[in-house]
């Protein structure tokens, strides 16, 4: 067995345990991401608005993805639904 694929199979209680985490509580964290989104525009006074806007995006597309993940009947492997 290979380092890699010894990595994987180690971490692969992790990522099913964030997974989990992520479908129980992705509504508590994408508010969270807003909030610190909203503080961290205010302290820059609007200087990187696009580019913070862009982040918290990317960022929810992450939970959202890592949630869909551990949906009943979806294959771990599978692209998450379309919106």
Do not use: N, W
Request: aromatic residues 2%.
């Amino acid at each position: 067995m290979s380092f890699l694929d010894t990595l994987k199979a180690k971490l692969s209680p992790a990522r099913d345990k964030v997974g989990e985490l992520a479908h129980q509580h992705g509504d508590k964290v994408g508010h969270g991401l807003d909030k610190a989104a909203r503080t961290v525009d205010e302290k820059t006074k609007g200087k990187y608005s696009d580019k913070i806007e862009s982040g918290t995006q990317k960022a929810k597309d992450a939970i959202e993805r890592l949630s869909h993940k551990h949906e009943e009947g979806t294959p771990p492997d599978a692209p998450p639904p379309a919106s």
